[in-house]
């Protein structure tokens, strides 16, 4: 009964993580324009501009002539031909009334003003600031509008490897680095710790927490991917080429057959594939580009102009011939590659892709 329940659930819940399915939320033409903001779509129509939230359904009730993002923390709507700005703490209402007109809009943010736009109003230039907590209105000259700035949560990060305090096998080696994008060096010889060892000849390769060797001493260089994941480059030379391999970073297991030109990850998440490249052919300068699991094993034969650079997990925007479709880590085509344009809207929950045309706009879920 257990074993059985168990089944039920997981095909239940295997149409939610395998996305390889899409579904068109809104039919392309309803639409003429569709923007991406902070989980919000912002949709402009025959009957006006209105906002949507994940659900699809509207955050006001009214419709507007003009909806324009104005930075992270606002938007500029144009009502009566008049713009007026909302902030994201609450987007029911206005945090300063639409009595200004757009002359700059669009070029008019200043040196050393922090999301600082123009308008007019009484036939003077207002600089409208937005901040995370407001929204500053002030004649420029008279006094600067506060810039924000921008800090990393916990402070800076270093994440550039340093020589730890010597192990009782580290003086085999020339150098030893940690292999981590951070590094605690407050851990006491965890048993996951994997580090780069480099020999006098300055030949690298990859070791475990007890010096035994996972990847032999004979390569360029050792970098980290990801959690999963490291990218041996072999050296220079017509024989072998210079190229990248994938191991594992548990125990130094070879992931990819191939060896490639050179390699991307997302900076969005830990989990989405890798972007790799070779060249079609000997003396060809055109490479062309696929796909690794995060785990390092190949998915998607190299055969795309090009991939967009940051990507969900299971699935990319990808390019040939000049046009977009989709393509799953399955290598399976969701969307045909017949499109003008693709743009990932960076919702958390789902998986949406604004899908556009020369003349028409859409907006899909990849299931």
Known sequence: MKNTLLYVL?????????????????????????NSWNGYLLVGGKDGWSILDENLHPVTETRFEKIQALGKWALAIQEN??????????????????????????????????NTWLFTK????????????????????????????????????????????????????AEVYPLFTYYDYQKKDPSTDVFEIIDKQQRHGMADAKGRVLIPARYAGVDIVNSKTVAVKEFGGSNPKEGYLFFSRSDGKRMSSKKYEKYRVSQLS????????????AGDDNMLCGLLSASGEERVPCTYEYFEEDTPPGFVPAMKYKMWGLVSIKN?????????GLRLTGFQNSSFVIVSTIDEVGVLRVK
């Open 10 to 34: 997981l095909l239940w819940s295997a149409p939610l993580f395998s996305q390889d399915t899409i579904e068109w939320i809104i039919p392309m033409g309803k639409y003429y324009q569709i």
């Open 81 to 114: 031909g008049k713009w007026g700005f909302r902030h994201r703490k609450n987007l029911q209402e206005w945090a300063v009334q639409p009595l200004y007109t757009g002359d700059y809009w669009g070029a008019s943010r200043e040196d050393k003003r922090a």
């Open 122 to 173: 009484d036939d003077r230039k207002w600089a409208i600031t937005t901040t995370r907590d407001e929204i500053v209105v002030e004649e420029p000259g008279k006094q600067d509008p506060p810039v924000e700035k921008i800090q990393y949560n916990g402070g800076a990060m270093d994440v550039s490897p340093r020589p730890l305090k010597s192990l009782p096998w580290h003086n085999q080696w």
């Open 270 to 281: 830990k989990d989405a594939p890798i972007q790799v490249w070779e060249r079609p052919s």
């Open 332 to 340: 399976k085509v969701l969307l045909p590659l017949d499109y003008r």
